[in-house]
């Protein structure tokens, strides 16, 4: 088992593509999936399964607002990684673990979806979507 930490992502096929840092991603084990279903199937596998480390989960334009809270209601309590919800006008919600271990909610707006992805090295900076900072 390695120790590198894992990002899982749940895109919508049919949206345009967001400017994802492909190279970067392979390097640091990111997994494109198609639907929130395969992703809490791979979260719940990849914890429970396998015992992978997952630092973050991004549902990019690819659910609704209640099947992220869906996703976060039910998320196992051994995942302490960030969740990333992106809408289609750029903006989201971030969910990380807070002190003490509680969870907590912060509204992005797009710049700060951006610049979230950009910190991360997991998109090039170059969208084509109008979501550059």
């Not at 630092?55 to 869906?70: G, T, V, W, Y």
């Not at 912060?106 to 969208?127: I, K, N, P």
Request: include cysteine.
């Amino acid at each position: 088992m390695t120790d590198q930490r894992i990002t899982l992502i749940a895109r919508e096929a049919t949206k345009p593509d967001v400017d994802w840092n492909y190279a970067r991603c392979r390097a640091q084990r990111v997994a494109f999936l198609d639907s929130v279903n395969a992703l809490r199937f791979a979260l719940g596998a990849a914890l429970n399964d396998v015992g992978l480390d997952v630092e973050r989960i991004i549902l990019d334009r690819s659910a609704a607002a209640d099947e992220f809270l869906d996703l976060l209601a039910g998320m196992p309590a051994e995942f302490t990684g960030d969740a990333l919800f992106v809408r289609d006008d750029g903006g989201g919600f971030l969910s990380a673990t807070g002190r003490g271990g509680d969870r907590v909610l912060y509204a992005l707006g797009e710049y700060d979806v951006r610049f979230y992805l950009e910190t991360h090295q997991l998109v090039t900076g170059r969208s084509a979507l109008g979501l550059t900072a």
